[in-house]
Each structure stands twice: as C-alpha cells, then as structure tokens.
C-alpha cells in the first residue's frame, strides 16, 4: 500500500495499515522525530464520543513501546507503519473540524500507538489546536511522560491515562513493561492540578483481579486530579489485525467480561470516590 494513496482519514482506528511511511529514510526519520515537523499517524478518525469530553477529532500515532497482550491496535506498534504528516499537513486537518468541534463541545484527542514516541511532533500539534480554541487531550500510557515539559503540559487540557494493572510483574508479562514510570507521570500531572481521565480495560484473567483494581482505584482517588474512570470491557476487534500481522495473539479463547464484573470493577472505583462509568 502506497502513502499516496491512501486517505489520512479512516473510518475507525481498526483499519489495517501497514508499511505506509517504509520509503522514508531512516535519517529523515530520525530528523523528523527530533524537529516534530513531521509525524507518523495511522489516520485521523471523526465522531468519537469516548476519547475525550463532546465529540472528538482523534489522530492516531504510530510507534508503541509496549506489546499489550491485548492490543486492538497492533499495526500502530511500528512507526513506519504510519503515513508520513507534516505537522502544517495534520493542522490543516484539524483545521477543518474546527466549526464543528466548537458546535459539539468536542476536542482534539492524540491517540496511538503511544503518541509520546512522537513528544516533539504532539507538542507541535498541541500547540497548533490551542492557537485554534481547540480542547486537547492526550492519550497516552504515560511511559514517556518526562518528555514533555511543565510548560509543555499546560498546553493539554486533558490526559487519558492509562494504566494497564497495578501489580509490576502482572504489569510486565501484560505489556512488557515496568509500570513505575507511568504512576509517576500521573503523580506529577496530580502535583500539576492536571485532569486526568483513567481508561482501564478489563480482561477477563488478565486484569479482573479485585485486589489489583482496587489498588489501582485507591491510588488514582488519592491524586486528587482524576475526574473520571472509563472502564473499557476487553473485546475482539482487534484480533484480525495480529492474524493479518502474524503477530502470536495469545487471547483468542478471551471472552468480553460478562455485565456483572463490568459492574463490580466500576464499583471498585466508585467505592473509593471516584466517577466511574
Ligand atoms: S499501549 Fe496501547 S497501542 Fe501500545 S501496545 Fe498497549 S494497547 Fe497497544
């Protein structure tokens, strides 16, 4: 599949993209990254009611440090899958949204992918919806949240924060990584007066567990900054992808959580005096 030909805007983030940006030479790649004049998106997707307050604008990223076993998107994990943007490129899309969003109280969110592996670029596009009017929201599993500056911060009306389970090894066999670095970042959005919106997803087996949940819940209603919790049921849109990918899906016997521990994990959260949906 060519860049050219293919559009910057996608029905939904569940489209497979592959190798769109592979002609880019690696130094140009690197320069791009350092300057944040150019990014690498997967696409841009309108509508969405659940990445951010009204209805929001979502560009999604490409490159992710994490494998999380239950990734929907796993053609965003590689940066030279998405299509090449140049930030003047992704602010003129944005452009485009701009009346509407202001009708619908709706926002800019930066998805991935994690859009962190991409701070110059995020700031860059930030910057260029705040000089818009436009609310922003950033996506993110927190990992690289020391790339962004104090002052870098108050350009971000919103962090969708993710955090995956509490205990470190669970943490580590469900993404490869070390949770730390996330709790941090939300300890300093918390010192920050920063809003955070927690996006949990519940994977029967995998992240259900009470105890974790409500480690989870008691330290994100001790930040003091954490308006909501969504808490997102596992499900199997993204399966084709690691099929098409002939990426090891090890969650293909994972069923959707049933309602009623839907309603038990956001009773945890709402136990410790958080909103929770
Ligand atoms: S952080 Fe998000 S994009 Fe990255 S592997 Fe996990 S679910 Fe996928």
Redesign the pocket.
Known sequence: MAAGKTSLEAKSPYELRVNLGRDMPESDVRSALASGDMGFLHSFTTGSTVDGPGVSVVAWTTG?M???L?????D??TMSNGIPVTVAKATEQLRKYRQGLKVMSGGFTLS???ALMQDRFAVKLFAAARRMGIHTALDT?GYLGDRLSDEELETIDLVLL?IKTWDPERHKKL?GMDPEPTLAFARRLAARNRSIWLRFVLVPGLTDDVDDISQIANFCAGLGNVRRVDVLPFHQMGRYKWEKLKLNYQLGQVQAPPPEIVDRTIGIFRAAGLTAY
Do not use: A, L, Q
């Not at 239950?70 to 796993?74: D, G």
């Open positions: 992710c994490y494998r999380c239950y990734c929907h998107n796993p965003t994990w991935g992918g994690e599993n993710d993404t």
